[in-house]
Structure formats: structure tokens, C-alpha cells
């Protein structure tokens, strides 16, 4: 049996343990919203069956930015094959899939079960942010017309804090949907509905800018759990227009980039464009001609996330801190370092700890997705709801696919008005309790 050969059938086998523990997953927790079931449900997107497809397409058709087939050993492939078997078990294993407790959703009164005080701290919230978060959508937008430009980047000018508080127009419009539909008092299922397909339709036209494929799922993600199982019996036929609509609005914007390179397909999609199987072998080939990056992708993350955060209090972090991935990956590929080439998650631990740097990542990433499907099953309100979904929404889209810096960098600045409303609502109920305490009779 040769190495391609044995590699496509460890995948085959890998993709379909992981098709298993998917469902599994989903059964157990009990919802299509299942956190931990959707990052297996990726991991097996980004890595077996981006393997199986990049591994047996045509040598006619383009492979990605980096051909394990033309660039690589049969030996890195057969490796890259074996580590992506080995990290499904360790994924699997760390999300709780076998044996562990199940985490079904919370009540359907915590998804309603505002009170009037929390909703007028909901309500404020999002009525503050929308002049700011339409302002900063006005300029990114008339910056993107003046350069002509379908998707945009990287920004100059101090234009980076527009792009938080533009996206911030999503939680403007849903905490104001919350605060008047979320109360003691349920209204109707046609109500939700709508409020849903007004949130989507707004969020898909505040991000055609960014020509991100996942960034609006990853927003409206937390919305959809809040609001879903208030739709009654519309649940179902909703979820199935969702998902066509999402896939739908993922595959055009695909083949709107490779429009240029001859179209796209669904192989390209699965291969490179979503998968990730052959910038992991890509990684493999780098450490072995120049060893491990010894967390040097990781300094440059945090040096821009230090500096995200010191650019917003006028300060400047003057020190770079070495090549980000995407950095390295293009200068590597495409000789450039302005190249944009996402490694994602397991080729970016991969490049700098080796193969048990990758396993510690997924497992990593496994515990992250039990911990938060656990913490959403324990929601006692929508607030705390949205907050939960949303670091789940970011644990399936900005993990495997992204960077490393990406998840903190799109929870602090893109997230911002909802730790603001969670922690505006806790304190307004811890205030509650303690003057709540402070009236109860002593005991004699």
C-alpha cells in the first residue's frame, strides 16, 4: 500500500469517527446549536475531508496555495494524515463525547425572562450604540467605494476602530430587540421570526465590506440561540432556510474571490478555500528545512493585540514582535509578507511546538467547547445567553480557520457591548439581592 493510499484511507476513517462523534454530540446536548458538536463538525470540514478532497483532485485543477502532491514527501503526507486522525480522538475526547454529561439548552424562560430593569439596561446599550456603530459603518464603507475595493484587509489612518464599532450595529439592533421582546411576557412566534430575518438582513449588509466568509454566521450565531426556540413549530423549517441561506451566502462570496482564478467549486471550497489539511503539511515542511518557530507567530499576535489596545488609549507599542503566521505563510508560498494566508489553528501550533503543540491546541479547544456548551445550558437570561453564544460562535469560526490572536482580538473590541451589557445586568442584579437582603427581617 502506498503512502497516498494508506494516507486517504486514514482520513476516510478519521472523517468518519468524526461524523459520528458529531451526531453523537448533537444528541447529547440536545439542540442544532450544539457548540462543541459544531467545532468537531469544522474540525472534520477543515481537516479530513479537506485532506481527502485536496489529496484526490485532479492534477489539472489547482490545489491551494501550497500542493502537498507537487511540494511534499509521501512521508509528510502520510503524517499530516496521521495527526489529523490523532487530533479527532483528542478533540473528541476533550469536548466530552464519550461518556460525559450531556448539556442541553437552558429552559425556554431563560430566553425570555428579562427584568424591566434589565431591560432597560439592554435597551440604553443598544440605543447608545447605534448612532456610533452607523457613523463608523459610514466611514468604512465610503473608504472601501474610494479605493474600489470588494473586501478590505487591512486599514490605515487609524481606521482599525471603526471596524470594531461598525460591526458593533449587530448587538445595537439585537440588545434593542431583546430589551422589547425579551420581557416577564412572551409574544408571538411570528414576532421572533421577524426580528430574526430584520437582525440578518441588517448584519449581511453591515459586512459586505469585510468579504468575510464566516464572520457574519459568527455574529448572528448567538442571536439564533437566543431566539430560536422561541419560534415554536417554525423551528425546524427555519433552521433549514438558515442553513441554506448560510452555505448559500458562504459559497458565493468563495467563488466572488476566485471569480479571477477561474470560478469556484465546491472541491476548491473543501480543499483550501475553508480546509486546512495542506497548509498543516505546509508547516510540517517549514520546521523540518528550518525548526520550530518556538511561539514566534504567538509574540507577533499578542504584540498586536497589546497594540490594539494601547492605539485605543492614543499610546504606541513601537516593538514588533516578530512574523505573524499569515506572515510566514506568505513569505514562504508567495515570497511576500503582505500576502494574506491564514494557516489556522493546527498548522500555526504545529509550526511552532510540533505535533504536540498542534494535540495541546485541539485539546485546548476541546475543554474551551465543553466549557462554554455547559455554561450556556446553566443561562437564567438572554444576556448571559448571547455572551455565552457568542464565545461559542468565535470557538467554531476563529479557532480552526484563523489565526491565533483572532478569537481575544474579535471577544474584547467586537464583543465589547455585550460584556458591557452582561456586566451592566449582573451588577444591576447583584444590586437587586443586596437590597433585597438588606430589608429581610433579622432573625430574634
Known sequence: ???????????????LVGAFGTV??????????????????NYVLT?????????????????????????????????????????????????????????????????????????????????????????????????ASNLNLDRILSFNDGLARHVYASQWIVWAVTLVAVSLLLGRKRSAATTYAVALVAISGISAVAFTWSGGRSILVTFLLPVLIVFFP??????????????VAATSYIYALSAKRLLTQGGASITTSLDWEWGRFS??????????????????????????????????????????????????????????????????????????????????????????????QKSISECTDPIA???WAYIGALLVFRTLNADSWSLPTYFLYSGAPLIAAFASTRASRSGHIASATQLMPSSP
Open 1 to 15: 500500500m502506498t503512502g497516498h493510499t494508506l494516507a486517504t484511507s486514514t482520513l476516510l476513517v478519521t472523517t
Open 24 to 41: 453523537r454530540l448533537f444528541k447529547m446536548d440536545r439542540t442544532l446549536f450544539s457548540v462543541r458538536g459544531l467545532v468537531v463538525l
Open 47 to 143: 481537516m479530513p475531508i479537506s485532506g481527502l478532497v485536496h489529496l484526490n483532485t485532479p492534477e489539472v485543477q489547482r490545489r491551494g496555495y501550497y500542493d502537498l502532491l507537487a511540494q511534499s514527501s509521501s512521508s509528510t503526507i502520510l503524517n499530516t494524515a496521521m495527526l489529523t486522525a490523532i487530533g479527532l480522538v483528542v478533540l473528541l475526547a476533550t469536548a466530552g463525547v464519550f461518556g460525559q454529561p450531556a448539556f442541553p439548552p437552558p429552559p425556554t424562560d431563560s430566553h425570555s425572562g428579562l427584568s424591566p430593569r434589565n431591560r432597560l439596561t439592554a435597551f440604553t446599550i443598544g440605543v447608545l450604540l447605534l448612532p456610533v456603530s452607523i457613523l463608523s459603518l459610514s466611514t468604512i464603507r465610503a473608504y
Open 230 to 243: 422561541l419560534l415554536g413549530k417554525a423551528r425546524l423549517p427555519f433552521a433549514a432556510v438558515t442553513a
Open 279 to 372: 497548509m498543516v503539511g505546509f508547516s510540517s515542511d517549514v520546521v523540518s528545512r528550518e525548526g520550530l518557530l518556538l511561539g514566534e507567530t504567538y509574540l507577533s499576535g499578542l504584540n498586536q493585540f497589546l497594540a490594539g489596545i494601547l492605539g485605543l488609549l492614543g499610546l504606541t507599542l513601537q516593538d514588533q514582535a516578530g512574523r505573524g503566521a499569515s506572515q510566514v505563510a506568505g513569505e514562504y508560498i508567495l515570497a511576500s509578507t503582505d500576502a494574506y494566508i491564514v494557516p489556522g489553528l493546527v498548522s500555526e501550533a504545529l509550526l511552532n511546538f510540533g505535533g504536540v503543540g498542534a494535540i495541546i491546541a485541539l485539546a485546548a479547544l476541546g475543554f474551551a467547547s465543553k466549557w462554554v
Open 385 to 387: 445567553l448571547l455572551l
